[in-house]
Each structure stands twice: as C-alpha cells, then as structure tokens.
C-alpha cells in the first residue's frame, strides 16, 4: 500500500493543468442546443400533431400512434443532424442510479437509419437483473420503459437518451420517476382545489425543486490507492490530518485552478444539456465544493440531478479527477448532501410560499404554509424513511448535517406570526375592523422577505419562498425523498379543503373556516417546530419530551414505508400500491445489507492484507533492533515492550476478523429481512468495526515509520 501512496504521490506531482473547453460567447446561445423538448418540437412539428403532443404532456394522457411517429421522425432527424449513432431509453432503476441499454438507429439490413414511434414510446428491456424486491421470479425478465414525454430527450456521448419510466410486466412500477409523477398529480389535485377557496382561475399547481448538490474532488491516483474508496464509497481506516477543516478557510475560499477548469467543463456540457447550473462555490471541507441550479418542474428537475452528477463523473475523467457523492467519504471532515428546494407555483405564476403585499393573499400563503408543517408532523417518519441510507447514517447529525430527528424551522418572526393566528381566539369584529391586521397577517411581506435565517442544523426549513430539505444525502435520487414530501403535503391539503368545506356546509364564513381550521393545525403541529440548535444533547432530550421520532439508522428508518397508515396514503393518491411499497422496501433493506457487507469485506481485506503484514515488518525490525540493542549490552526493555503490543493488537485484529466474518455468515442465513439488517446494524457494524479499529488506532500510535501505510494518507487527499 505503501507503493500506491508513492505512486499516487509522483502522479500528483507531475499533474498540469488540463485547459477547459468552455466556448468564449453568451451560455444563452448553447443552452439546451443537445435538448429536444417542446421548443424544438414546435419548430419541427405540424401545429395539429404539436398541440396532441402538447396536450397529452399537460394532461398526462397517451400520445397517438400517429403523433408518436411524427415525433419520433422529427427527433430521429434532429439526432442524426447532431452526429447521434444511437438511442436508449434512459431510466432510473430502484438501484439508486440510472440505466440504459443502446441501440443503433442504423438498420444494417435495409442499409438506412431507423426510428419509428414504437420505438420511442415503449422498450422491452431484459429486466432480470434489476431489484424487483419480489415482484417477479427471477426467469419471469420481461419489463418496460415507457416515455416521459414532461421530461426533455437529450443527446449525450452520441446517443439519444429518452426518460422513461420503467415497469414491471404487471404493471408494478420499478423505478423512481413513475412514483414521484403520480405524487405531482397528487400534489396538482389538492393544491388546486385549496387554491381555488381564494383565487378561481387558478386551473393546476406544479411543485418545482431546486437542487443543491455537494461533492468532494480528489485526484484519482489518491483515490485508487484507497481500495475502500474504489469499492464501498468511503475511507473505513484513517489517521487525522494535523490540518483540517477547523481554520474553517475552505468554504468559500477561491476556487483551485484545477478545479474551477474542471467545473467550467461540466457546467458547460451541462448547460449544453439544458441543464440550469448557476453557482458554484467552496463547501466547508477540503476538496469538497457544490453546484447548484436555478429551479425546475420537479421531474425535470431531479432527471437533470442524475444526469448532472454522471456528466460530472464522465468530465472528471479528462480532468484526471475522481468526483465523490458518498455522504460521509471522509471520518472528520463535514460530509455532502443535496440540500431540495421545494415550493409550490400556480398555472398563473404565484409562488404559493411567497408572502404578498395583499393580506388576502397572505391568507392564502398561511395555508400552504401551515398544512406543510402539520404534513411534516404527521408524517415525520415517512420523511425520515425517504432520506434513509446507509451513507447519510454517517451524515446525519455529525455536526455538519441536521439530525436524524425531523424538525421543522420557520424563524422567529414567522413564529410570532403563527403565535398570534393561533392564540387569538375566536375573532369578533366591530364595523371597519381589519381581521388581517388582528391575526398578524397584514404584517408579513415587512418581516419576511430577507429576514429568514438559514438554519443549519434544520433538516426541514423555511427559507424566504420555499422549503429547503436539507438532510436528503449527496448520493440520493431526489426523485424518492420528494414523492414522499409530496404526496404527504397533497393528503393534508386535501384533508384542509374537505374541513373548510365541511365547516362552510355549517354556515361559517369561508374565511373564518378557514383561519379556525388553520389554528387547529398550528396547536397540532407547534411541537415538530424547532428554532434552536439541532445538534445540541438538549434537543434531544426535548425532541424526545414532545414525542418526536429519533431514528438513527435505515433499517429502523425505513420500516415507515410498509406500515398500515402509509400503505393507506400511497393507496389513497395512487402514488403505489401494497406491493410496490413492500417490493420497495425489501430492495432498500436489500441494498443496506449489502453496502454493509461491502464496508465489512473490505475491513478484513485491509486489515489482514495491508495494515497487518506492514505491523509485521515493523515488528521484525524492531525484532532486529531489541536484538542489537541486548548485544550491545543497552537496556531494551522498551523495545520489547512495543513488539508485545503489537502481537496483541495484531491477535486481536484477526479475532475481530473471525468473529466478524462468522457473525456475516450467520446474519446471511436469518429469513427475515427487516430483522437481518437490524440485527447486522448492530451485532456487526458497531461490536466488531469498531473493535478493529480501536486496534488499529492502538497501533497506529506504536508506529513512527514512513511505510505505515494510514498514518499520512489523509495528507493525500487534499489537491495540490
């Protein structure tokens, strides 16, 4: 390991600096030029087949045979033009990334290129490889990827990608966008209906997401001298570097050349892509930076985050740049996430989560405000599950991150205000008495706009005119975390219109209704509002008092996905069945397991194969030196002291090893999955990892030698 170092070190060494190819002109003149959306279908379409098209994306509906092959020769033509041999559908499998298979628009035995509008509506790809949590046996391989045609083609590496979703052959659906599209019709529903108690022309709600998305950058010669990086994500041995992070110098800081290169080429290809990356900057780590775009429809949005973070893995390459998104890859240093800015806008352009000039509007901005925070409440758990993996257990709560405990922060002013709606009571007007200004409503475009603090240790906050989900992991697919978020907001406002209605059923003034059912969700959700520091020993104690879920690890995390109640709501907005959620919940489990087992294997493979040979050679050479040092007549007492603490350090590594292999062995035969991965999360995880790298650490402290291979490694890892 030692010669990797080396290696790794000269190669760093000698790197230059690679020239970005970022064009000199406006991006306003290549944004999206390798997009096919509904801009370049109007301009290649006949205006009958354009408006189908446009009315089947609006209405979600299926596009005619006769439609489907118009598009299909317009965009074939389109992709040819742009130098595509290829086409794929491109869709997001329940194994947390995308997939894709590639087939040649060339046709060798009609000598011409072919693309009809099966093609582009519907696949049939061998599906027998992928998580299917139960669905099907694994010889039953049929499944299909269907078009989505909300979400823009593209063309990249000279390919045509076409978003699909992706289905089982009954109909299951196994991926990630079929669920999130169903959630924004949920969400779509219930939004307009409520909306409609203050503004009648309001005909749909989108809900748009902006992603901020943290990564690390290491040279990839440091990166393959880590075989833990190369196959679990993240370092699992380490030594501290005497520097850090505590000058807190980074976030911020100006960008390395190197870097700043490499993030001119993404952005450009990025852009290229229609892709709306914005802001760059330093995060708080060494050689951890972020991106972020403006915002987006929600499936477009969280499509475009997948493909960003592939194009970033593929721009690196020429960069000779290894890009990281494990939430944790680094023990002491703060770890990533992918921070989603989440609101609501009306067909007529109103941000439902931006305070107006107008009381009445404010009224209207109080409800979706206030039914999100009783939707977080009521469903923390759920929210808590959508966020669960096996990197983000290490991220959460570690100081850098919001905790595992779902909270919601609003800020102070904002606080008063709901404060002042809920304690005022039942409202009796005299004649010419403002009810806005009494319930504190006509006073918030003053404070808000500007005065919201970014609370960092909220997992769940309020920033100005959206709702920032701060604990979602770097490695996510965001399409999971906001089908939950979502889906749990439409029931509640769907519950607010049918009691507004109810209440004004029983002659109460529809405003009134309103602002009394609106109380009650203020009294009922006050404890999952939270405005202090959510690392604090304190909040755990009062998170705790109030009745709020602690849940620090995924498997106990994710058992949210399959009790009655949520089995129930995905059922309600037909967002997924029982068995898509029980298919989903055994593949997550599935997956924990198995980062879990990855992480274990490569323990014992450092450990006996890297860190215990080199103890060794230390040991023969202090063997040597004892002996010199008795010949020579000189006290050696010491010396020898060292080698036996080594022998100890060494015999116990190795049963820790045996006893954690065995424990593997057994966990693998246990029947019942959600017990499996409890049990793994805390008979082997915490007993035997952490028992193996006390001993390493021990003997990490009995070593002064330059080949010990973790004592320097850190160093490593920051750019030069």
Partial sequence: MATLRQKALEQLGSRGIVTPDYPNKPASTYFGENTFGLKQM??????????????????????????????????????????????????????????????????????????????????????????????????EARGYTAWDPSSPMFIIDETLCIPTVFVSYTGEALDNKAPLLKAMEAVNIAATKVCKLFDRNVTSVTPVLGVEQEYFAIDEALYAARPDLVMGGRTVFGHDPARGQQLDDHYFGSIPSRVRNFMKDFEFECLKLGIPVTTRHNEVAPSQFEVAPVFEEINIAADHNQLLMDVMGKVSEKHKLKILFHEKPFKGLNGSGKH?????????????FQPSSSARENLQFLTFFVCTIKAVDEHAKL????????????????????????????????????????????????????????????????????????????????????????????????????????????????????????????????????????????????????????????????????????????????????????????????VCNEVELDARHEIMLENYIMKIQIESRMIGDLALNHIIPTAVNYQNKLIANANGLKGLGVDNTEVVKNIEKISEHISAINAGIKDMTNERKRINKIEDLEEKAIAYCDDVKIQYFDSIRYHVDKLELLVDDEDWPLVKYREMLFLR
Avoid: C
Wanted: net charge neutral.
């Fill in 42 to 139: 109007q301009a290649t379409l006949s205006p009958d087949v354009f408006k189908k098209v446009k009315n089947a994306i609006s209405k979600g509906k299926k596009i005619d045979e006769e439609s489907a092959d118009a598009v299909a020769a317009a965009v074939k033509t389109w992709a040819l033009n742009k130098g595509a041999t290829h086409y794929t559908h491109w869709f997001q499998p329940l194994t947390g990334s995308t997939a894709e298979k590639h087939d040649g628009f060339f046709d060798p035995l009609d000598e011409i290129e072919k693309f009809k509008g099966s093609k582009l509506v519907q696949q049939e790809p061998d599906a027998s490889s992928f998580p299917n949590g139960g669905i099907r046996s694994t010889f």
């Fill in 383 to 574: 929210l808590r599950a959508s966020i669960a993996s096996p990197g983000n257990d290490h991220r959460l709560g570690a100081n850098e991150a919001p905790p595992a405990i779902v909270s919601v922060f609003i800020g102070s002013e904002l606080t008063a205000v709901l404060n002042e709606l809920e304690e005022n009571g039942n409202i009796k007007l005299k004649k010419g008495d403002n009810m806005y200004m009494k319930l504190g409503i006509d006073k918030i475009p003053q404070i808000i706009l500007d005065n919201t603090d970014r609370n960092r240790t909220s997992p769940f906050a309020f920033t100005g005119n959206k709702f920032e989900f701060r604990a979602v992991g770097s490695e996510a697919n965001s399409a999971q975390p906001m089908t939950a978020l979502n889906l749990v907001v439409a029931d509640q406002l769907t519950k607010f219109a049918e009691a507004v209605e109810k209440e004004v059923k029983n002659g109460t003034e529809k405003r009134l209704a309103v602002i009394n059912i609106l109380r009650e969700y203020i009294k009922e959700s006050k404890k999952v509002r939270f405005e202090g520091d959510g690392y604090s020993e304190e909040w755990v104690k009062e998170a705790e008092k109030r009745g709020l879920p602690n849940i620090k690890d995924t498997p106990r995390a994710l058992h949210a996905y399959v009790t009655k109640e949520s089995k129930e709501l995905f059922a309600r907005h037909n």
């Fill in 340 to 352: 989603n800015n989440w609101s609501l806008i009306t067909n007529n352009g109103v941000n439902l």
